[in-house]
Each structure stands twice: as structure tokens, then as C-alpha cells.
T-cell receptor
Framework: GAVVSQHPSWVICKSGTSVKIECRSL??????MFWYRQFPKQSLMLMAT?????????EQGVEKDKFLINHASLTLSTLTVTSAHPEDSSFYICSASARGSVNTEAFFGQGTRLTVV | SQQGEEDPQALSIQEGENATMNCSYK?????LQWYRQNSGRGLVHLILIRSNEREKHSGRLRVTLDTSKKSSSLLITASRAADTASYFCATDEYGNKLVFGAGTILRVKS
């Protein structure tokens, strides 16, 4: 099956710094990627939809200036958590949708555990 | 936002027993997908059922979909200790934008 690679798998950073998370589709072109966030013992919450070559679409309540998304190519989307604070500590996971796919499974990255100290 | 509820929130059974999890959703969908997540790890896709399908099987998994009731169920037969995980349903309204349910934590005791 298709592979989505997410990097890093975990990161610890200091408050006030920024962290970049990469999501790559390894063997298919992804016009759309999705970023989710998961707090401990909770479900995944969609943060934003990343569209290649255009601005991301953010879900209600998600600060676009805080969570910068760039989808510069058909195989790479990045999420940058800017000026991170301890409350941003969470599990972030991306998924990718193959170009032209309809009614097919979504392919997820392995997730990134962010800890802000 | 989340589509709806999953029940039970937690389920504890003995190895060999069957486990049934239910999921309800609110809007029209293209398909519904079930995922498994081991603690602190990524998601494993289990099964996808399209809106025009009523039942689907994959190994020890059986999924049903009732679009009139906006509900789905996941049955795991002959459970194993390795099935211990969190299980999520996710609805796809369009283009693989998934909205996840709250999840069921399954514990299979050996």
C-alpha cells in the first residue's frame, strides 16, 4: 500500500521556539494532505487541510498563525508550530490523499509526539 | 469537530470472546473507515465500507453500515491479546477528509 512518512517521530523543544514537522507521500502524489492533533486518551481532531499550491484550510478554532502549513510540492506538506508552549504538547499526525482518489482509504503518517518544556 | 459517538468507551473481554463496537455519525458520507491505534502509535487502517454497502468482512473483522440510522458496528471475532488497542471510526464526507469518532478502548485479557 501507499506509504506516508512523517518526521520526526518525536521532538522535545523549549517554550517559545518553533518546530517543523514534515509529511511526505513516498510513492504517490498527494494533492491534499490533512493534519490532525490528538491529546492523550482522546480522539483525532482535524486541524487543517493542506492543498498543494494554495493556502491551507483551517478548522474552526485552529490558529493559522500558530500552526503554519506549507504544501509546496505534491509529495510534501509541513506543519510548523510557532512559538510553542507546553499546551501545544500533543501527538500530531498527517494523512495524504492520492491524486484523483475517491472512496479509498486514507494513508497516515506514523505521527509526531511533540513535548514542549 | 467529531462526527459523533462511539460506544462503548471502553471494553474489557477475555481472549477468544467477540468484541463489538458501535459508531454513530451525523452527516451524509461517502464511506466510513475503521482504524486501530496502539498506545502512542500511528493509525492502522482496518476496513473501509462505502455508503452503498451494508456489510463487509476482512479476516476476523466484520463491519456493518446502516445509513438510515447513521451508524456502523465493528465486530472482532475470536479476540486475541494482540487486539488490545483503541479503535476509531472515521467518516469521509468527501476527498478523504476524515472526521473521527471518540474511540473505543479495547482490552483483551489472556
Amino acid at each position: 500500500g501507499a506509504v506516508v512518512s512523517q518526521h520526526p517521530s518525536w521532538v522535545i523543544c523549549k517554550s517559545g521556539t518553533s518546530v517543523k514537522i514534515e509529511c511526505r507521500s513516498l510513492d504517490f502524489q498527494a494533492t491534499t494532505m490533512f493534519w490532525y492533533r490528538q491529546f492523550p486518551k482522546q480522539s483525532l481532531m482535524l486541524m487543517a487541510t493542506s492543498n498543494e499550491g494554495s493556502k491551507a484550510t483551517y478548522e474552526q478554532g485552529v490558529e493559522k498563525d500558530k500552526f503554519l502549513i506549507n504544501h509546496a510540492s505534491l509529495t510534501l506538506s509541513t506543519l510548523t508550530v510557532t512559538s510553542a508552549h507546553p499546551e501545544d504538547s500533543s501527538f500530531y499526525i498527517c494523512s495524504a490523499s492520492a491524486r484523483g482518489s475517491v472512496n479509498t482509504e486514507a494513508f497516515f503518517g506514523q505521527g509526531t509526539r511533540l513535548t514542549v518544556v | 469537530s467529531q462526527q459523533g459517538e462511539e460506544d462503548p468507551q471502553a471494553l474489557s473481554i477475555q481472549e477468544g470472546e467477540n468484541a463489538t463496537m458501535n459508531c454513530s455519525y451525523k452527516t451524509s458520507i461517502n464511506n466510513l473507515q475503521w482504524y486501530r491505534q496502539n498506545s502512542g502509535r500511528g493509525l492502522v487502517h482496518l476496513i473501509l465500507i462505502r455508503s452503498n454497502e451494508r456489510e463487509k468482512h476482512s479476516g476476523r473483522l466484520r463491519v456493518t453500515l446502516d445509513t438510515s440510522k447513521k451508524s456502523s458496528s465493528l465486530l472482532i471475532t475470536a479476540s486475541r491479546a494482540a487486539d488490545t488497542a483503541s479503535y476509531f471510526c472515521a467518516t469521509d464526507e468527501y476527498g478523504n477528509k476524515l472526521v473521527f469518532g471518540a474511540g473505543t478502548i479495547l482490552r483483551v485479557k489472556s
